[in-house]
């Protein structure tokens, strides 16, 4: 586990210096890489886990109305899985809807959801994604 950790650090070191207390990388002397990345004093995975989860994050962002029940379901999934997701609440507002369903192809239903940008559709395209193992790699920012 802490190789993983390791190499995952070593792979983003410039924004990690800010979250632990680090001494020089081990690396140094075979890659002169220079940076900074091992932790000095004890430190919880699972929060470094959570950091680096943020830290590589994809762009999510939801189009929702305030009591849409499947929005309602859809944000409960990316909650569940601690993403943080930009909400567009547009109750009523014509104007958004219209911008909205021009980024998601003609949909006008809600929610629908871009994760980088990309159209990934409403709530039952979600869950199918999830369903199917794809979810968690987009939310990460990683290439499909």
Same mark, same amino acid.
């Given at each position: 586990? %802490?190789?993983?950790?390791? %190499? ?5 070191? $410039?924004?990690?210096?800010? #979250? ?7 690396? &140094? ?6 940076? &900074?990345? +091992? ?10 886990? @959570?950091? @680096? ?15 849409? $029940? ?6 409960? &999934? #990316? ?49 199918? +994604?999830?369903?199917?193992?794809? @979810? ?9």
């Amino acid at each position: 586990m %802490t190789t993983l950790v390791t %190499t995952t650090l070593h792979s983003i070191r $410039p924004t990690v210096r800010n #979250l632990l207390p680090l001494e020089r990388c081990p690396f &140094l002397s075979e890659r002169n890489c220079g940076c &900074l990345l +091992l932790p000095r004093t004890p430190f919880n995975l699972q929060s470094i886990a @959570l950091s @680096l989860s943020k830290l590589m994050s994809a762009n999510t962002e939801i189009y929702t109305w305030s009591y849409c $029940p499947f929005c309602v379901r859809a944000k409960a &999934l #990316l909650s569940k899985k601690n993403v943080e997701y930009r909400e567009y609440i547009i109750d009523g507002d014509e104007s958004a809807r219209d911008a909205m369903a021009e980024r998601a192809n003609g949909r006008r239903s809600l929610p629908q959801i871009f994760i980088d940008g990309r159209h990934v559709g409403g709530c039952d395209d979600l869950y199918e +994604l999830e369903a199917m193992g794809k @979810l968690d790699p987009l939310l990460a920012g990683l290439p499909s």
